[in-house]
């Protein structure tokens, strides 16, 4: 059993920086593969990126170059950090577990956070 709690976001301008936070719990955390998406209002819930319990990393072309995933598994925390950030990001994040890659790549996972809010004015 794995849950999910996300932090960090807000109301950021156009061009300026974010970083979201996923808390974990669950005795192995470190196993799982670990994804952020994001669901915009009247849209379907897109990936984000994702990184592998061995730290390798997958992204969305929409966020490549702006947007970097990272996990400390000492800490059970998963970030996103999200520079350059523009109007289209605005979204409620989601913070994903699951343990195969392959799954959250194709949207699926076994465990999902409640989301937290990002909105960025122009």
């Known amino acids: 059993q794995v849950q999910l709690v996300e932090s960090g976001g807000g109301l950021v301008q156009a061009g300026g920086s974010l970083r979201l936070s996923c808390a974990a719990s669950g005795r192995t955390f470190s196993s799982y593969a670990l994804a952020w998406f994001r669901q915009a209002p009247g849209k379907e819930r897109e990936f984000v990126a994702a990184?592998?319990?061995?730290?390798?990393?997958s992204y969305a072309d929409s966020v490549k170059g702006r947007f970097t995933i990272s996990r400390d598994n000492a800490k059970n925390m998963v970030y996103l950090q999200m520079n350059k950030l523009k109007p289209e990001d605005t979204a409620v994040y989601y913070c994903?577990?699951?343990?195969?890659?392959?799954?959250?790549?194709?949207?699926?996972?076994?465990?999902w956070g409640q989301g937290t809010q990002v909105t960025v004015s122009s």
């Open positions: 990184v592998t319990w061995s730290g390798s990393t």
């Open positions: 994903a577990a699951d343990p195969v890659i392959g799954r959250l790549l194709r949207g699926w996972a076994d465990y």
